[in-house]
Structure formats: C-alpha cells, structure tokens
C-alpha cells in the first residue's frame, strides 16, 4: 500500500487543521494506520493510531483531548483532526499503515511522506 500524507500549513497557536493520508489499494480496511511526527531534533513519536475498522483509537497523552483520528475506508482515507493547537506541535506528520486486524500493531511497515506543519505563537 502507498501512502499519501496532505493537509499541513502554518496556523496560529489555538487554530485548526485537518490531516489526510490517502492509501492506494482496495484492502485498505484491513490496516491499522498510525500518525507520528518529528520535531526538529527530536524522535519521531506516535500521535494517534485507529483500528482498521475505526473501532478503537489511540492517542499520546501530549494531544488527547485536542486531536481526533477518523477514517473511511470507502475513501481510502484517515484522518487526523488537529484542534486547538499548541507551538509543540511543530512537526513533520507522517501516517503509516500496517495490515492488522484487531489491535494496534507494535510496528508499521507502510509510511507516508510527511506533511509539515507549524504552528506560530
């Protein structure tokens, strides 16, 4: 599966942005897709993550409450909705997808290139 990550920009800090990452294939509602990102200097680390049917998602503590992952498999698509924003934020956002029925899976073997997004103070 080939993944396409879209959607980043330069908003200001308490602004809105949705992520998409478009997956080539017709099995696509058997992956599980993760968003990570990586901040200048820093690891990569994991957002959010949704179950290939969107019956479980999964966030890292630094954007529950402000981030929301969805999917629709009709359209190939994840999405990651990003609300009230934060400078931290700053990142290159990657989506992965890994054929995973179930759970999350501990790795992902397909990535996306990612998507830059900024947000200003």
């Known amino acids: 599966v080939q993944l396409q990550a879209s959607g980043g920009g330069v908003v200001q800090a308490g602004g809105s942005l949705r992520l998409s990452c478009t997956a080539s294939g017709p099995t696509f509602m058997n992956y599980a897709v993760g968003w990570f990102r990586q901040a200048p200097g820093k690891a990569r680390e994991p957002v959010a993550q949704i179950t290939y049917n969107g019956g479980r998602t999964y966030y890292s503590d630094s954007v529950k409450g402000r981030f929301a992952v969805s999917r629709d498999n009709a359209k190939n698509t994840v999405y990651l909705q990003m609300n009230t924003l934060r400078p931290e934020d700053t990142a290159i956002y990657y989506c992965?997808?890994?054929?995973?029925?179930?759970?999350?899976?501990?790795?992902?073997?397909?990535w996306g290139r990612g998507t830059q997004v900024t947000v200003s103070s």
């Open positions: 992965a997808a890994e054929w995973y029925i179930g759970g999350i899976p501990k790795e992902y073997t397909f």
